[in-house]
């Protein structure tokens, strides 16, 4: 396998790769959204693992990223990360947004993982404008997989249609 980034429309939890990303919150109990449909579909060893994690260093920092295993998911792993709230962009919003994938992608890679599915992070009730996001989403896998040795196939996985439309437009000359 090389290096290489797909998009799928569809559902995250469903994805047979490796690992797939959570758009967590820093409090790693499960929310709303994406972090709910994971907690749900992976089931309580999830949970259970990132109250550990908690337990340990207190949750999650926007732009950080800690891994769990799947739980009752396809992907042996679940790296949660957690995307920042849009406030105007003005507050770092970018940067961290760009740490997210940045911080998921290395601990892929420090996990020997060779497949990852990423949501569209910060796009649903954190507001981060949608283009803007797939814009940096895109920049930063491309950066990363330019920058690394080793295989990593990387998939970004949209649930809807304008997301998907977005990250379409970016990807068609990768």
């Not at 709910?36 to 732009?63: F, S, Y």
């Not at 890679?109 to 569209?120: G, K, L, M, R, Y």
Request: neutral net charge; contains cysteine.
């Amino acid at each position: 396998m090389r290096k290489s980034i797909h998009l799928v429309k569809g559902d995250i939890t469903k994805q047979n790769a490796d690992a797939i990303v959570n758009a967590a919150n820093s409090s790693l109990l499960g929310g709303g959204g994406v972090d709910g449909a994971i907690h749900r579909a992976g089931g309580p060893q999830i949970l259970a693992e990132c109250v550990e994690i908690r337990n340990r260093q207190g949750g999650c920092k926007t732009g950080e990223a800690v891994i769990t295993g799947g739980g009752n998911l396809k992907a042996k792993y679940v790296i949660h990360t957690v995307g920042p709230v849009w406030n105007g962009g003005d507050k770092g919003e970018p940067q961290l947004l760009g740490n997210a994938y940045r911080n998921s992608l290395k601990l892929a890679v420090e996990n020997d993982i060779h497949t990852i599915a990423f949501p569209n992070i910060s796009t649903g009730i954190y507001h981060f404008p949608k283009d803007l996001a797939a814009r940096i989403a895109v920049d930063t896998v491309k950066a990363f997989l330019n920058g690394h040795e080793g295989p990593l196939s990387v998939t970004f996985v949209c649930f809807d249609d304008e997301n998907y439309a977005l990250y379409e437009s970016l990807l068609k000359d990768k």
